[in-house]
């Protein structure tokens, strides 16, 4: 558990709202990244692009299909917050995923703060969107009348319940890979040199958490998307 | 003092072992989502692709839960 | 693990739940998404929707330019074919006219040639009375020296014009 705890970058243990932590240091090499895909990548604006310009526009084409596909034509507007969302996420997800790195996405209070401004903003933009008809998300029409307000309190339940779960499954996600890793890691050490099964299943893992890191990005902006796209159409 | 200390510390231990077996659930969540994502997908290959993102979100819900069961073995060992 | 976080002064297990570094934690990550939104915003999705949207144009208007040039293509082949069958048109029309000429040219040559065979026919025609002509006078003058000679050798004395009267009377009659 010592890969997860925050440290000032200076020395000292005060941690202060401003004090430049690891947290600090591993969000700035996401932007780096952001930086260097997106700004450096695409510096040449070809028309035939290079590999790193043709990864940026596959990413870029694939989130801004997911997001139009998901939440529709009118929610192509947003898909600027959703590409921020996916892009921080993947960078800290992936740069966890370097030895002796601190992965900032397997803290519960970076995840729920995405998970928040999510919410609230769906939440925000629904109601200004359909005003009181946004409450009709709750009230499911195609069911039989008895039901309905059953069905009410579990859609209101879960409706709040999304951040929780939103936020929780990535952290989780992130702390299980690596706590698994760890693990192994520990079984190693104590085999010593032979340890050839551990070795061999952190490698298998840490494969496995390659892939998780990049499906937990994805699966952050769906759900995002998903939400979005109630807002915009409350009515199923 | 010392053994009620020791009692709870087990009853943690424990509940977080069996805490993990939720995990286990999640796990036949998940493989239920992805096999009838996947015969669905070859009795009509060509909607398959647009039922990706939907097999993703339920894959997501499914995990979620099993993520909890595991927060939970977490938090009872560590922070309990 | 919990003696080294004791010795920093933590008193929880779990580093997600030390809820003093939450708002570190939080304000550092609204920096990052705000600077990372705002890279993106301002600079690098403009640029690849741009990239995109003119690489869409140029695919396009490549695609428009070979349809054009197929369409030149299709264009010159019938502009090649026509004037092929043009070409064609004129030629059967030039052997026409030159049959033609050359059947009239015949024609006045054929015309002319018959004229001078027929003057020469008509030539002939009069050499051939004249020689008959001819010689009808010379059967009546050789038959009435016969005539004389016969009646002198006979004995008889008969004058010359007398001779040639009957011999022209017999001559007429016998013809």
Known sequence: ?236 | ?80 | MAVEEQAAGKAVGMPQLDFATYPNQIFWLLVTLVVIYLVLNKVALPRISAVLAERQGTISNDIAAAEDLKQKAVEAEAAYNKALADARVEAARIVAETKAEIQKDLNVAIAKADAEIAAKAAESEKAIAEIRAGALEAVKVVAKDTAKEIVAVLGTKADAKTINAAVTARLKGGA
Request: charged share 10%.
């Open chain 1, 1 to 236: 558990m010592e890969q997860f705890i925050v440290k000032p970058l200076f020395g000292g243990h005060e941690i202060n709202w401003y004090t430049p932590t690891n947290v600090t240091l591993w969000m700035a090499l996401t932007i780096v990244c952001v930086l260097v895909l997106f700004v450096l990548g695409t510096r040449g604006r070809a028309i035939v692009p290079s590999r790193i310009q043709s990864l940026a526009e596959l990413v870029y084409g694939f989130i801004y299909k997911m997001v139009e596909d998901v939440s529709g034509k009118d929610g192509a507007k947003y898909f600027p917050y959703i590409m921020t969302l996916f892009l921080y996420i993947v960078f800290a997800n992936l740069l966890g995923l370097l030895p002796l790195s601190f992965t900032t996405t397997s803290h519960a209070a970076v995840t729920a703060t995405m998970a928040l401004m999510v919410f609230f903003f769906v939440t925000i933009l629904g109601v200004v969107k359909n005003g009181i008809g946004f409450l009709s998300l709750f009230w499911i029409s195609s069911a039989p009348l008895v039901l309905r307000p059953v069905l009410a309190i579990i859609e209101v339940i879960s409706y709040f319940v999304r951040p929780v779960s939103h936020s929780i499954r990535l952290a989780g996600n992130m702390m299980a890979g690596h706590a698994v890793i760890k693990v192994f890691a520990g079984f190693a050490g104590v085999l010593g040199v032979g340890a050839v099964a551990p070795i061999f299943a952190i490698s298998a893992v840490f494969a496995l958490e390659l892939l998780v890191a990049v499906i937990q990005a994805y699966v952050f902006v769906i759900l995002a998307c998903v939400y979005l796209r109630d807002a915009l159409h409350p009515h199923h």
């Open chain 2, 1 to 80: 003092m010392a053994v009620t200390g020791d009692l709870v510390q087990m009853g943690a231990y424990i509940g977080a072992g069996l805490a993990c077996t939720g995990m286990g659930g999640a796990a036949v969540g998940v493989g239920h989502v992805v096999g009838n994502y996947i015969s669905g997908a070859l009795r009509n290959p060509s909607a398959a692709a647009g039922q990706t993102a939907t097999m993703f979100i339920g894959i997501a819900f499914a995990e979620a839960l099993g993520i909890f069961s595991f927060l939970v073995a977490l938090l009872l060992m560590f922070a309990v």
